[in-house]
């Protein structure tokens, strides 16, 4: 019979998605709009190397979003056991990777209190491994916070370990 380890903490982290797609689209055509206004105006007035611009600023516009939204598919799985623990990274592209430590000997570094450009940082054996650089620093802290409140509860002795 195999005895697993309780699971302590398991957390997905994700960025803030940007809007839905349709809401992307409209405010696209909006800014179309608009620029087609600006644009005819301007081509009137015989100013028409103004409209190319206006259409730069619309592909750029169009790119962010594209941008954004792949951008938010990325997460980061933390599962905690008084065994292991596991930091399962799934980039928006690319491979997946997955990084175990022994809990025993990780440290949490986060600052207190929390600024837009503090990390949240595990540290075992000399080596950081950076974890929600995509949160809002006060999600972050509180994150940081139930990390190292899960890793005490994984250091105390369990029920086998008497």
Known sequence: ????????????????????????????????????????AFVLRGAWLVMPFMGLDIALLGWAFRASSKA??????????????????????????????????????????????????LWSHGKGVRVGDFLAPQERAAFGERLKSALRQAREPGPDDE
């Open 72 to 121: 938010s598919r990325r997460s980061e799985r933390i599962t905690l056991t008084r065994s292991s623990l596991s930091v399962a990274r799934r980039p928006s592209s690319g491979a997946p990777t997955e990084l175990t430590l022994n809990p025993y000997w990780v440290r949490v570094e986060i600052a207190d209190p929390p600024a837009p450009g503090d990390k949240l940082t």
């Open 1 to 40: 019979m195999v005895v697993r380890d309780p699971v302590l903490l398991d957390a997905t982290l994700r960025p803030n998605p940007p809007l839905p797609p349709a809401a992307l689209i409209y405010v696209l055509a909006g800014v179309v709009a608009i620029n087609l206004v600006f644009a005819t």
